[in-house]
T-cell receptor, first 110, second 117 residues
């Protein structure tokens, strides 16, 4: 079965700094990969997803992720953090049903 | 605008009681899902449905049941609530596309916070 590992349950960056949230997946077949964001007391919202084609995927709010098959990774990046980026971020892999990572809480310091 | 709603948003119940959480979507999506969210575990799939009269067990289905009588609704029932079922429950839906059951974006409701005493 497919699975996801998110490295780091909590990441803290300064406003304007690079955001890097790490995600590694395990799948026996080519996967579909997702990043979702969850703001306090809300449901999850899609940031971006990889299905096929271009391996660099651009999402909302300036986020992007690169699918690297050789490294089984799908790390999420944003060049410059904003206070409004503070939230919980979930990586997910889907081959049939969807499996989520444990989540990474992003804190942005002023 | 299309949306997915859950009710109640907060629920306190006692051990052994039957509890039903409602999920209603106006996206007209065929696929619907129930997850629970617990600290350190992310979201785990409880049950899912790919259409009316179709239901399937997910990763953590013991103690839960669902039924799908129409496109819009997928209620989740806890047959006999246990303290281990204290959690936040999320409903989600997605359309069926040519990508097959896997590449579709899931749209999430706001969640139901359940406390079992």
């Amino acid at each position: 079965a497919q699975s996801v590992t998110q490295l780091g349950s909590h990441v803290s960056v300064s406003e304007g700094a690079l955001v890097l949230l790490r995600c590694n997946y395990s799948s026996s077949v080519p996967p579909y990969l997702f990043w979702y964001v969850q703001y306090p007391n809300q449901g999850l919202q899609l940031l971006l997803k990889y299905t096929t084609g271009a391996t660099l995927v651009k999402g909302i709010n300036g986020f992007e992720a690169e699918f690297k098959k050789s490294e089984t990774s799908f790390h999420l990046t944003k060049p410059s953090a904003h206070m409004s980026d503070a939230a919980e971020y979930f990586c997910a892999v889907s081959v049939g049903d969807m499996r989520f990572g444990a989540g990474t809480r992003l804190t942005v310091k002023p | 605008d299309a949306e997915i709603t859950q009710s109640p948003r907060h629920k306190i119940t006692e051990t052994g009681r039957q509890v039903t959480l409602a999920c209603h979507q106006t996206w007209n999506h065929n696929n619907m899902f129930w997850y629970r969210q617990d600290l350190g575990h992310g979201l785990r799939l409880i049950h899912y449905s790919y259409g009316v009269q179709d239901t399937n067990k997910g990763e953590v289905s013991d103690g839960y049941s669902v039924s799908r009588s129409n496109t819009e609704d997928l209620p989740l029932t806890l047959e006999s609530a246990a303290s281990s079922q204290t959690s936040v429950y999320f409903c989600a839906s997605s359309e069926s596309t040519g990508l097959g059951q896997g590449g579709e974006t899931q749209y999430f409701g706001p969640g139901t916070r359940l406390l079992v005493l």
